[in-house]
């Protein structure tokens, strides 16, 4: 019976609950934090209110989170909010959800975390002069599909190298926190000696809000491959509880050390408070920044494939996407096919040059996930009471997470009709690839026996199969 089990075809189950903090963390922790306080001071008016911003998104994303971890104990299926959703609201909003994740928010995100860190390793090369476009591209995929290897050699290396990248990322927010902090004990408070004055309306703080929140986006990674972690029931909730704290109380207190040493006006002006800061307290280590972001990127990026695959592997699994997404490499047992697709969509967003924008407009998939998650959570607990629950909140928290959930996404059809417009335009089209591939049952048989071929070249190739579908350990 052991040999039989290790014969077995599928994703193992060898991740222990530190592997899914680092992970939670990991992917949480990327550009946002270095780059975006400006954007939320700049937007709250004051470092007081800034710093109540980030405590309410803080509380805003921890109760996302806990409602999370009720659905992933309750459904210990890999896929996340995918999965949720389809057990929660049916088949299509599930697709529609997919759909936005794998193909524009995580590909779209993982290339301008890649175009960041190529410009922040070529910006010394050509120090006269911005780096060409080309290089700055040609890295990016470099980039991309080396990490992309990465985990397609074996979850343990891609695991293994988040936990390298998210231990160097929070030692360096813990420099600079502590180099901040260190102006604070010597009784210079720059920006915080202003507290509320200058405090913005409640649009304002409402913006402030949709910023920082996109700094806490990732905190349901861990839920996109449950089937891989031992013991889900017990380790989901501990993974999603420790992984939110670390964050909130890091975000809180490197936030604070940025309004102790820097003023409002020089944190305004400045592209990244973390370098200025540094430059300004330690100036001897401030070089060595730049090349912290790129790793906190990587950490990112690493993180985002590993999700993102796992989402279309259970695509693959339900027959929403071709069933060739959900095979696994037999020597490796990682979702080979997969993780080629999201390296390749990466490669596409590479050819755009306004791939920042593009991002701005997909932050609407993530505020819509929670809405679509949380709404799932409720409704199952109507339809379907009799469900195994290990652990089961109060109602009053996934009510505040759908009140807040709802806010986030219907603010913005206010204040910025016309991204969310465009954001809601690339989410449709999802629309033609349901109809194809999920509704169109009676293909004709020349495309069947064309798509048949086509699975069993690609499978020769990948030396892939289909899975065995033997669940881990609860």
């Not at 210079?188 to 402030?208: C, D, R, V, Y």
């Not at 027959?319 to 080629?340: D, R, Y």
Request: proline share 5%; aromatic share 10%; net charge positive.
């Amino acid at each position: 019976m052991k040999d039989d089990k290790s014969k077995q075809i599928k994703l193992k189950c060898q991740l222990q609950w530190y592997h899914g903090v680092v992970l939670n963390v990991g992917v949480m922790i990327g550009s946002g934090i270095f780059m975006s306080p400006q954007g939320v001071l700049a937007n709250a008016g004051s470092p007081g209110m800034a710093l109540v911003v980030w405590i309410v998104s803080g509380m805003i994303s921890t109760l996302g989170a806990l409602c999370y971890a009720e659905l992933g104990t309750s459904i210990p299926s890999s896929g996340g909010a995918y999965t949720f959703i389809y057990h929660g609201l049916g088949e299509f909003p599930a697709f529609i959800q997919m759909w936005g994740l794998t193909f524009i928010s995580y590909p779209a995100g993982n290339t301008a975390r890649a175009l960041t860190i190529s410009y922040y390793v070529l910006q010394p090369v050509f120090a006269s002069c911005e780096p060409p476009k080309i290089a700055v591209k040609l890295l990016a995929l470099i980039i991309i599909w080396f990490i992309t290897y990465v985990n397609y050699r074996k979850v343990k290396w891609a695991v293994n190298v988040q936990m390298f990248l998210t231990t160097t990322k929070v030692l360096s927010l813990l420099v600079i926190t502590a180099a901040g902090l260190a102006y604070l004990g010597q009784g210079q408070m720059e920006s915080l000696a202003g507290g509320f004055n200058g405090s913005t309306t409640a649009k304002g703080f409402a913006i402030a809000i949709y910023s920082a929140m996109f700094s806490y986006s990732g905190w349901a990674s861990i839920t996109t491959v449950t089937e891989e972690l031992k013991k889900p029931s017990r380790n989901l909730p501990i993974v999603i509880l420790v992984s939110m704290g670390i964050v909130l109380v890091t975000y809180i207190l490197i936030n604070i050390a940025y309004f102790s040493a820097l003023s409002v006006r020089e944190m305004l002006e400045s592209y990244a408070a973390s370098i200025t800061l540094v430059e300004k307290v330690i100036p001897a280590i401030a070089p060595v920044i730049p090349a912290l972001v790129a790793l906190a990127l990587i950490g990112s990026i690493n993180g985002s494939i590993l999700c993102a695959s796992r989402i279309l592997f259970i695509g693959g699994r339900r027959g929403h996407l071709p069933s060739i997404i959900n095979h696994v490499n037999i020597n490796h047992s990682t979702p080979g096919f997969a993780l080629i697709l999201i390296a390749t969509v990466s490669s596409l967003y590479a050819t755009l040059d306004n791939i920042y924008t593009l991002i701005n407009y997909c932050v609407l998939v993530d505020v819509l996930e929670m809405f679509l998650s949380v709404t799932s959570l409720l409704r199952l607990r109507y339809t379907n009471p009799q469900l195994e629950r290990p652990m089961k909140l109060n109602l009053i928290i996934p009510i505040l997470a759908f009140i807040s959930a709802l806010y986030l996404l219907l603010f913005p059809l206010f204040s910025k009709p016309e991204e969310i417009g465009i954001g809601l335009c690339l989410l449709l089209t999802g629309i033609p690839v349901y109809i194809v591939f999920v509704k169109w049952t009676n293909k004709p048989k020349v495309i069947e026996r064309l798509t048949r071929d086509l699975y069993v070249s690609i499978q020769k190739v990948l030396f892939c199969a289909q899975e065995d579908t033997i669940p881990c350990e609860k």
